[in-house]
């Protein structure tokens, strides 16, 4: 006999139906997979872009990570460094043509196979193609700085990078997600199909129009968004201070059991010149870094998951994706530094990657997240600054 689910079942865990109408449309997995052959093209609507994909973005992703985990563990590039650089670069152009190629591909499969949840590329392919891109332009940017005289660890060459980080994010996100009809932008800052907390599930939805339980007219539109907007930005400065502490205690743990040294782990520079080159990387690191990695793996990933799990399994992907991602943050090139800082630099934005994710969820704000994640940023590079007089 073929599973019949209970009255009032939804993919995300309540067994039955709410009170109430729910204030916000119910995500789920509306959607049957369909098992086709990695090398079929049959039945697919973008078949160029798909063996594109899997003939370009595949080989070129997996020699990406070869050769990262090659220098990571100490090997010696052969040739010049502008020779190892071309190949760098060549490979990275491949990488992002082909991930970018997958992911467009794939989305509009999920489209033509009626994908109702969330209908764009996997959070994780998308992933691999803002890596790839963000290796690519990494290095040109760091050369025409060199020659133009411009010292790295500036104000100006911090803010020029970021920037250029900033579009990388917003257009990875705008043409795998946006353009091809999985989200809108309105989407990614007020997302409205995540799924629910139980507190929403029992939550009357807010009357619009007439008079409160009080007597007093409601509130407009425009109060309203103020309001909400003033509320985003309280919770996140409230979870601030804990943050920051739990994560302080657990980077002294993992210095400690892990055995490493301050400089074998990678974090936003810090080393200025000028008073001016001070507010620059504030500028840089607390507005601009938050405004773009919250867009991506919260506005984009956390959304595209949590219209298809559960709530809980929405936050738990989203952050553990988020503080996986940094496992790329090292310079050490001997094999048990950089394993070690691998680690290091993951575990310890776990707290930090829970904490935006699940403010994201909750509050359903880009704001919220934006405000939690600037507000620490800057107030590391402070500290910083502080130490280094």
């Given amino acids: ?128 193609t803002l890596v790839a891109l963000v290796a690519g332009v990494y290095l040109p940017i760091e050369f025409g700085l060199s020659k133009a005289g411009i010292h790295l ?46 507190g929403e599930w029992t939550t009357a939805p807010e009357v619009t129009t007439g008079w409160d339980a009080w007597g007093r007219p409601n509130r407009s539109w425009g109060s309203r968004l103020a309001a909400r907007a003033v509320g985003d930005v309280m919770w996140a400065l409230a979870l601030l201070l804990p943050l920051f502490f739990i994560t302080a205690v657990l980077s002294l743990l993992l210095v400690v059991i892990l055995g490493i040294r301050t400089e074998d782990i990678s974090s936003p520079s810090t080393t200025t010149i000028t008073n001016l080159d001070r507010w620059i990387t504030i500028l840089a690191v607390a507005v601009i870094v938050p405004i773009g990695e919250e867009i991506f793996y919260r506005g984009f990933t956390t959304n595209a998951w949590g219209r298809s799990l559960s709530r809980n399994s929405a936050i738990l992907r989203g952050a553990l994706f988020f503080a996986a991602v940094h496992i790329i943050n090292t310079s050490s090139t001997d094999p048990l530094t950089s394993a070690k800082a691998a680690f290091f630099n993951m575990a310890v934005r ?34 910083g600054i502080l130490a280094s007089y």
């Fill in 153 to 198: 660890s500036a104000g100006v060459s911090t803010l020029l990078e970021v920037l250029v980080y900033l579009a990388a994010y917003a257009g990875v996100v705008h043409f795998v997600a946006v353009r091809t009809g999985a989200m809108t932008w309105r989407d990614i800052i007020r997302p409205q199909r995540l799924a629910p907390s139980q």
């Fill in 350 to 383: 776990v707290p930090v990657a829970f904490a935006l994710t699940w403010l994201y969820m909750r509050r359903r704000s880009l704001i919220s997240s934006v405000t939690l994640h600037g507000s620490y940023n800057g107030l590391i590079v402070m500290i």
């Fill in 1 to 128: 006999m073929p599973f019949a689910r209970q009255p009032g079942f939804v993919p995300w865990g309540a067994v039955a139906s709410p009170p109430v109408a729910p204030i916000l449309e119910p995500p789920g997995r509306f959607h049957t997979p369909r098992r086709r052959s990695l090398l079929s093209i049959a039945g697919r609507p973008a078949p160029r872009l798909y063996v594109l994909g899997l003939a370009v973005g595949g080989p070129g992703l997996t020699a990406l990570l070869v050769l990262w985990l090659s220098v990571r563990a100490g090997a010696d590039l052969a040739g010049t460094p502008i020779q190892a650089g071309a190949i760098l670069e060549a490979l990275c152009a491949i990488a992002t043509i082909g991930l970018l190629a997958a992911c467009i591909a794939q989305a509009r499969q999920r489209r033509a196979d009626g994908w109702t949840d969330y209908a764009g590329p996997a959070p994780i392919l998308a992933g691999a």
